[in-house]
């Protein structure tokens, strides 16, 4: 009797295309909060009156004006460090989730939504920004997934 082994696996890459694909995905998360981050930063004031705007967040606005920016850059910072690019995954997920949340929230309670993401985002229509936060999500998770079976992978191996 012969034995077959089917491998559920779509695409194969090598350790290296996931790595290099892990480090694009880590690099192209951590250009979009510091875009969006600077953006913020830069044109505080116009931010911050933004946020006063929702009726949702209008009593935490100051707080929220100067906490998305350093947590954007917090993150940004441990995607950058090889060494703490997983945590920086899961925190650019949980930020990411937390903002496609926000937006959905607004959509249902807000009647006037001000947007005040900063620089060509602005730009995006609503179902748009949804979109565009759940691509990156998508992305992010498949960064952590490859990262995991890159570890998999060395602990089967030795």
Not at 27 to 41: H, P, Q, R, V
Not at 74 to 85: D, E, G, K
Request: hydrophobic share 55%.
């Amino acid at each position: 009797m012969e034995s077959v082994i089917i491998n559920n696996s779509i695409f194969q890459f090598s350790q290296l295309t996931r790595q290099r694909i892990v480090i694009a995905i880590r690099w192209l998360c951590m250009a979009l909060f510091i875009y969006t981050a600077n953006a913020k930063i830069v044109d505080h004031d116009r931010f911050l009156k933004g946020l006063t705007r929702v009726h949702l967040i209008s009593g935490f606005a100051v707080f929220v004006s100067f906490a998305v920016p350093i947590f954007e850059i917090i993150t940004a910072t441990l995607l950058l460090i090889p060494q703490t690019a997983k945590i920086g995954l899961y925190c650019f997920m949980v930020v990411m989730c937390g903002f496609t949340l926000y937006i959905i929230s607004a959509l249902i309670w807000e009647k006037k939504l001000p947007c005040h993401c900063g620089g060509a985002i602005e730009k995006l229509s609503w179902s748009q920004h949804i979109w565009f936060n759940l691509a990156f999500i998508i992305i992010a998770v498949m960064a952590v997934r490859l990262i995991n079976f890159n570890k998999f992978l060395k602990k089967s191996k030795s």
